[in-house]
């Protein structure tokens, strides 16, 4: 089982709608949780980090089940900008440091 | 707004040379990784770096990379002999409790 798994896509959505991505992830030892989003052929941007309360920037609301070991994130009212990869990353710290997982990512295209 | 940054941009080199990567991650930041994304793929952990040394490597990071933080501010990734399936971007990382990533170089081995 990969360690963290995403449904890959690609999504397309007209804009205005609103779009939901999951990720789960293997290792219950994972500390810290977080949705990048990648333009093509750039490098991961910080969209947000992923508290087990829930937490909300804008548009943008991210929620993590421990339990479940399951992450998602919900954009509202998509603009043709929010066209990118979304990619669900997970933290552990081994040998006394961080380690970044990436999910394999999740397109989404918003048509105009 | 501080960031991490890479230099090359982007490296085109013959298969069997040896290539230097080059990152200034950001200043206060103690934990410096890198990664590689060949294209169409996920982002693959290659190297963790702390207090100047190695921390953890992945199966990809074999006897042909090495990293180096020759002085305070720089962090090295090197690959010797470089192989055709090297081709790749190279993204740098340094973090505090969250992870920002350089730009990337993007390494082609012709």
């Known amino acids: 089982r990969k360690e963290v798994e995403q449904d890959p896509g690609p999504f397309n959505v007209p804009e205005g709608a609103t779009v939901a991505f999951n990720c789960t992830y293997s290792n219950s030892a994972s500390q810290s949780f977080f949705w990048y989003r990648q333009d093509c052929r750039k490098e991961p941007k910080l969209l947000m980090s992923?508290?087990?309360s829930g937490n909300e920037d804008g548009r943008f609301t991210a929620q993590l089940n421990r339990a479940s070991q399951y992450i998602s994130l919900l954009i509202r009212d998509s603009k043709l900008s929010d066209s990118a990869t979304y990619l669900c990353v997970v933290n552990k710290k081994t040998s006394g440091t961080y380690k970044y997982i990436f999910g394999t990512g999740t397109r989404l295209k918003v048509l105009a | 707004e501080p960031e991490v940054t890479q230099t090359p941009s982007h490296q085109v080199t013959q298969m069997g040379q040896e290539v230097i990567l080059r990152c200034v991650p950001i200043?206060?930041?103690?934990?410096f990784y890198w990664y590689r994304q060949i294209l169409g793929q996920k982002v693959e952990f290659l190297v963790s770096?702390?207090?100047?040394?190695?921390?953890?490597k992945s199966e990809i990071f074999d006897d042909q990379f090495s990293v180096e933080r020759p002085d305070g501010s720089n962090f090295t990734l090197k690959i010797r002999s470089t192989k055709l399936e090297d081709s790749a971007m190279y993204f740098c990382?340094?973090?505090?409790?969250?992870?920002?990533f350089g730009q990337g170089t993007r390494l082609t081995v012709v």
């Open positions: 770096f702390y207090n100047n040394e190695i921390s953890e």
């Open positions: 200043s206060n930041h103690l934990y």
């Open positions: 990382a340094s973090s505090a409790q969250e992870a920002f």
């Open positions: 992923v508290y087990s």
